[in-house]
């Protein structure tokens, strides 16, 4: 058996295999390759105050930069496709820092470690003769991994939809949050949409353009802000908080920690294209959780901005 591989060869490992299935597209993002950045404030609503000393969680507003993505590795990646979407928000703190959001609309990962992440990723690679995956390949997968079953289900099945504002998103890892005494709270983040869910007729949806929920999302600013709040989840003992392939039971009480309010595209999409959005990138009052995938994002990014950034 080979021995097991540290957590910067594992980073290494896994964007040498996204760019092996996809390819490489100079300068761009491995994944979330096409995006658009938007400016944005965030007011909190205060009930997270007594959980969590983070200080765009208390009672002033604070300035937010979204970036909405295809979660695609191809920049071309029509809007039309099933894939998952990207939505992170960064934070610009009143001391000068940031923290960053990141989250997509499933609500759970389909690997619990990277290494068995890796082993997705191995196991999807194209058969040469149908240049699909070979589907038993995926099954021997999810025996040995049964608890991403339900993720991935969700992942092929996911629906496209109307607007980048009229979808759910979800951080999917558990963080924890220290409050003024030093109690922890584990808790996980939704987005809700104030202009509800609704999904693309596929019919429809053939006929977009290839950057249609872009170009969908210009004309709604164009007629107002777009909202989103955002819901925190409070975790119970037992809920686990390393493995993100599971959910909290949804009777796990809820409360809303503030609102975000899309404004107008970012002035410098040049400069937000060069950035690099963290999940583990917090401030005083917000932790990381047990979750090793949350762990590993921080040396995975860092391994496709360094690529990335010697192509430009």
């Avoid at 934070?91 to 499933?106: C, E, K, Q, R, Y």
């Avoid at 996980?188 to 007729?201: L, Q, T």
Wanted: aromatic share 8%; charged share 20%.
């Amino acid at each position: 058996m080979p021995p097991a591989l540290t957590r910067p060869q594992v980073a290494v490992a896994l964007v040498d295999t996204i760019e092996h299935l996809s390819g490489t597209h100079a300068g761009y993002r491995r994944a979330h390759a096409r995006g658009v950045c938007y400016n944005a404030e965030f007011t909190p609503s205060g009930e997270a105050g007594r959980l969590t000393t983070a200080s765009h969680l208390q009672s002033a507003p604070v300035r937010a930069t979204v970036r909405f993505s295809h979660t695609g590795t191809d920049p071309r990646r029509h809007d039309s496709e099933r894939a998952a979407r990207g939505f992170a928000t960064r934070f610009h703190l009143p001391d000068g820092s940031h923290t960053d959001l990141i989250a997509v609309n499933l609500d759970r990962f389909v690997a619990a470690t990277p290494e068995s992440f890796l082993g997705l990723l191995q196991a999807a690679e194209r058969d040469p003769e149908t240049g699909k995956p070979d589907p038993a390949k995926i099954q021997a997968y999810v025996g040995l991994h049964p608890q991403a079953g339900a993720a991935l289900a969700a992942a092929v099945g996911i629906s496209v939809p109307v607007s980048y504002a009229t979808t759910e998103y979800w951080a999917i890892h558990a963080f924890i949050w220290r409050d003024a005494d030093g109690g922890s709270h584990p808790v996980k983040y939704r987005w809700e949409p104030d202009s509800g869910i609704e999904h693309a007729d596929p019919v429809e949806a053939a006929s977009w353009s290839p950057e249609h929920l872009t170009e969908e999302l210009a004309g709604r600013l164009a007629e107002g802000p777009v909202g989103f709040t955002l819901k925190v989840q409070l975790g119970e003992e037992g809920d686990p908080t390393d493995d993100p392939t599971q959910v909290w039971p949804a009777d796990r009480r809820e409360i809303t920690a503030g609102r975000l309010m899309i404004t107008a595209e970012a002035e410098d999409q040049q400069h937000w294209a060069a950035q690099s959005f963290d999940p583990n990138l917090l401030t005083p009052g917000i932790e990381a959780s047990d979750d090793p995938v949350l762990a590993a994002r921080s040396a995975v990014y860092a391994v496709s901005y360094d690529r990335r950034a010697h192509e430009c």
